[in-house]
């Protein structure tokens, strides 16, 4: 990670950076879910200037899926609500999921399709099936994490659990999501999010903090999972990795997406930090003008930058 100079960019164009960065991941790495290592950097070279926002498997250029759409939800959630109304955010994603988004996590649609309450939803389906540990919370905190940064270190870390467990009710999903949100509260706040991640891992459940302590070490390379990307683990560890390694949001992001397998959500969730590091002006403009979010459930509204600048503005006020 680079350092940068001065004193950075500003809390709003780091704030901004955060939501738009996290979209622009996703759409990027969307074509090439499920794909190999490598494929996006053989399509697009170091130095390829135009054109990688391409499209595929079913998403226009610059399309971004259900990662930054269930993002948007949160986010419109927190500001209609003026907080944390955790029935009308789960509402939202109920609406949403009857709509047919063209993805959607195949445990997230189960909990919000299944005809539970809010309340009972995740954790029922997680004691039915004890498979809930996705990285489907972790995809679409960036809204959340800047919307609670500025409540502290506790609150974002609790608000991070809370909205995980309303689709995943395994409480080491709650964990991978809590550090995101106290990451993107340090960049935000311009210090080194980086530098920030051994006294991240104190905040960490005792129980779950060695899976942690391992994906997110200096030395964890993606090569060392030990699941699939889609899982939160190795997700969250992968984004650090790719963070840590590179020296611009561009350089980070294209290497989430190369590492191949679940590449929107692990660029969504590279976008997200390397944003608030490097700040909405860092995201090359080839990037932001293609990016859009269509948002299934609600009268077919599609999001582009200006809207979504809009919102970061709003969620960091
Ligand atoms: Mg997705």
């Given at each position: 990670?680079?350092?940068l100079?001065?004193?950075?960019?500003?809390?709003?164009?780091?704030?901004?950076?955060?939501?738009?960065?996290?979209?622009?991941?996703?759409?990027?790495?969307?074509?090439?879910?499920?794909?190999?290592a490598?494929?996006?950097?053989?399509?697009?070279?170091?130095?390829?200037?135009?054109?990688?926002?391409?499209?595929?498997?079913?998403?226009?250029?610059?399309?971004?899926?259900?990662?930054?759409?269930?993002?948007?939800?949160?986010?419109?959630?927190?500001?209609?609500?003026?907080?944390?109304?955790?029935?009308?955010?789960?509402?939202?994603?109920?609406?949403?999921?009857?709509?047919?988004?063209?993805?959607?996590?195949?445990?997230?649609?189960?909990?919000?399709?299944?005809?539970?309450?809010w309340?009972?939803?995740?954790?029922?389906?997680?004691?039915?099936?004890?498979?809930?540990?996705?990285?489907?919370?972790?995809m679409?905190?960036?809204?959340?994490?800047?919307?609670?940064?500025?409540?502290?270190?506790?609150?974002?870390?609790?608000?991070?659990?809370?909205?995980?467990?309303?689709?995943?009710?395994?409480?080491?999903?709650?964990?991978?999501?809590?550090?995101?949100?106290?990451?993107v509260?340090?960049?935000?706040?311009?210090?080194?999010?980086?530098?920030?991640v051994?006294?991240?891992?104190?905040?960490?459940?005792?129980?779950?903090?060695?899976?942690?302590?391992?994906v997110?070490?200096?030395?964890?390379?993606?090569?060392?999972?030990?699941?699939?990307?889609?899982?939160?683990?190795p997700?969250?560890?992968?984004?650090?990795?790719?963070?840590?390694?590179?020296?611009?949001?561009?350089?980070?992001?294209?290497?989430?997406?190369?590492?191949?397998?679940?590449?929107?959500?692990?660029?969504?969730?590279?976008?997200?930090?390397?944003?608030?590091?490097?700040?909405?002006?860092?995201?090359?403009?080839?990037?932001?003008?293609?990016?859009?979010?269509?948002?299934?459930?609600?009268?077919?509204?599609?999001?582009?930058?200006?809207?979504?600048?809009?919102?970061?503005?709003?969620?960091?006020?």
């Amino acid at each position: 990670m680079t350092a940068l100079s001065g004193d950075g960019p500003d809390r709003a164009r780091r704030a901004a950076g955060a939501v738009v960065g996290s979209a622009v991941g996703d759409a990027l790495g969307a074509p090439f879910e499920f794909g190999p290592a490598g494929a996006f950097s053989r399509r697009f070279p170091e130095g390829t200037t135009g054109g990688e926002m391409c499209g595929g498997g079913g998403w226009d250029p610059g399309e971004a899926t259900d990662d930054t759409q269930m993002a948007v939800l949160v986010a419109e959630s927190l500001l209609e609500r003026g907080g944390l109304d955790l029935p009308d955010m789960f509402a939202r994603f109920q609406r949403w999921a009857a709509s047919e988004p063209k993805d959607i996590g195949l445990q997230t649609e189960q909990v919000l399709t299944g005809g539970l309450a809010w309340d009972d939803a995740s954790a029922i389906h997680f004691q039915t099936t004890g498979r809930a540990a996705g990285n489907g919370g972790l995809m679409r905190a960036a809204t959340s994490a800047v919307y609670f940064a500025h409540h502290g270190q506790e609150a974002t870390t609790a608000a991070a659990r809370r909205i995980t467990a309303l689709t995943h009710g395994d409480s080491a999903v709650w964990e991978g999501t809590a550090v995101f949100h106290e990451l993107v509260r340090v960049a935000l706040e311009g210090a080194d999010p980086v530098a920030a991640v051994p006294r991240t891992l104190a905040l960490v459940r005792p129980d779950h903090r060695s899976r942690y302590a391992t994906v997110l070490a200096d030395g964890w390379h993606p090569d060392q999972a030990t699941e699939f990307n889609g899982a939160v683990w190795p997700c969250l560890g992968s984004a650090v990795w790719a963070l840590r390694t590179t020296g611009s949001y561009e350089a980070a992001v294209r290497a989430a997406v190369d590492l191949g397998g679940d590449t929107d959500t692990v660029a969504a969730v590279t976008g997200g930090l390397a944003g608030a590091w490097y700040g909405v002006d860092a995201i090359p403009t080839r990037w932001t003008e293609p990016l859009h979010v269509p948002l299934p459930g609600s009268d077919g509204r599609v999001l582009r930058l200006a809207e979504l600048l809009d919102l970061a503005r709003r969620l960091a006020a």
